[in-house]
């Protein structure tokens, strides 16, 4: 997986039943994708269709694909270091990075998210089966 290569140390551990140190398993990724961060766009994964408000995890990773805004964990990792790029237009909602998806040992499935907090943007995991709403963005390169 690139998030194993490029990203490694933004992957979650947890302790299993023997005591060992494990990473979250990373169950679907993307390959780093070619942007500027400063010319990102925020674009809902909304559609005016979409009458209640929010749409489920699945449908979300659909229309990442269709709205190129599929970034994965590498892209985040990239965003991350690169933070004061990020256009400030971003910071009242959630970056999502639907392009890597990563299983916890809960064996709940997740997928990485940039959120604008304490002044800096920081990563957070969000789970899939969740639903995404108006806070929730893609980065769209222009």
Do not use: H
């Not at 990203?7 to 070619?34: F, H």
């Not at 559609?47 to 995890?57: L, P």
């Not at 392009?99 to 957070?124: A, N």
């Not at 969740?130 to 769209?140: P, V």
């Amino acid at each position: 997986s690139i998030a194993l290569i490029l990203a490694a140390e933004l992957i979650p551990e947890y302790t299993d039943k023997n005591g060992d140190k494990r990473k979250w398993e990373i169950v679907e990724d993307v390959v780093p994708s070619q942007f500027d961060t400063s010319k990102l766009k925020p674009c809902s994964c909304l559609k005016s269709s979409d009458k209640k408000g929010y749409i489920d995890g699945p449908e979300m990773r659909k229309r990442a694909v269709k709205f190129m805004g599929n970034l994965g964990l590498s892209d985040g990792k990239r965003m991350l270091d690169e933070q004061n790029k990020i256009p400030t237009e971003f910071r009242d909602f959630y970056i999502l990075l639907p392009g890597t998806v990563l299983c916890g040992s809960d064996s709940v499935l997740r997928v990485p998210c940039l959120v604008w907090r304490g002044g800096r943007w920081v990563l957070s995991f969000y789970w899939l089966d969740d639903d995404f709403g108006g806070r929730a963005r893609f980065a769209c390169s222009e």
